[in-house]
């Protein structure tokens, strides 16, 4: 089964893979549907986050590199509804990302990877990253 990913520096010896901190783990994103891959990673954009390329890749290849980097892949199905904060960073990155403009010097034993940083909020914080990503989304309209 194919999945999409975002990349970073796609082909090249610099390749990375958007990851998210969720309660203390490397979590991969693997979205069923493309669009959703492709919002994500307009939202990542629109926070000045580097663009990332959105990449068909077999899952079961994705659940293999994540468990050899002691990752945690997690699925994105098509019509997916968070139920917990951490859930919903599956739908929009937090409003704070970790600087990885030299992410290949700054974590060498992660060098497959682009980590995202800001997962665990509170509920109050939680509550204002959702309206932060509602006005942008509604900006996009």
Not at 57 to 72: K, Q, S
Not at 106 to 117: I, K
Request: aromatic share 6%.
């Amino acid at each position: 089964m194919l999945v999409h990913v975002l990349l970073y520096d796609a082909g090249q010896d610099s390749e990375g893979i958007h990851s998210l901190e969720l309660s203390g783990q490397t979590v991969v994103l693997m979205f069923e549907n493309r669009d959703d891959a492709d919002r994500y990673a307009g939202l990542l954009e629109a926070q000045d986050f580097p663009t990332p390329t959105v990449e068909a890749l077999d899952r079961e290849e994705i659940e293999l590199f994540c468990r050899e980097a002691g990752y945690e892949a997690r699925f994105v199905s098509d019509g997916f509804v968070p139920k917990t904060d951490d859930e919903r960073m599956m739908l929009a990155p937090p409003s704070a990302n970790r600087d990885v403009t030299n992410w290949q010097e700054q974590e060498p034993e992660q060098d497959q990877s682009q980590v995202q940083g800001g997962a665990s909020k509170d509920s109050e914080s939680a509550d204002q990253d959702l309206d932060d990503v509602r006005r942008r989304l509604e900006g996009l309209l």
